[in-house]
Nanobody, 123 residues
Framework: QLQLVESGGGLVQPGGSLRLSCAASGFTMDAIGWFRQAPGKEREGVSCISRSGDVTYYADSVKGRFTISRDSAKSTVYLQMNSLKPEDTAVYYC??????????????????WGQGTQVTVSS
């Protein structure tokens, strides 16, 4: 069974950090994207990492604050989130596809969505 499981969310104060994990089972990891959805808003792409891990993409809103990485031996992709802002509050999801290019405009192409992990940035 192809499955992605997110973890690592929580409540953090503005300026704080969290590290999200996306663990894969049942398949060799493809390109993995991180997406988020805030209440009343559409799901948006946050970051994506290629199958090899050599190429990474970031939304402008998180560039310089978030870092995506992968540990192929553990079949896990991480999203390190620093300098968090209240507007980062959302449910974060990971999903897979064969490549990252254009990930923000073709969210529906991604599959094996996890259940999501809640990130709340508030004082």
């Amino acid at each position: 069974q192809l499955q992605l499981v997110e973890s690592g969310g929580g409540l953090v104060q503005p300026g704080g950090s969290l590290r999200l994990s996306c663990a894969a089972s049942g398949f060799t990891m493809d390109a993995i994207g991180w997406f988020r959805q805030a209440p009343g808003k559409e799901r948006e792409g946050v970051s994506c990492i290629s199958r090899s891990g050599d190429v990474t993409y970031y939304a402008d809103s998180v560039k310089g604050r978030f870092t995506i990485s992968r540990d192929s031996a553990k079949s896990t992709v991480y999203l390190q989130m620093n300098s968090l802002k209240p507007e980062d509050t959302a449910v974060y999801y990971c999903a897979r596809d064969s490549y990252c290019l254009g990930y923000r405009s073709r969210i529906s192409s991604f599959t094996s969505w996890g259940q999501g992990t809640q990130v709340t940035v508030s004082s």
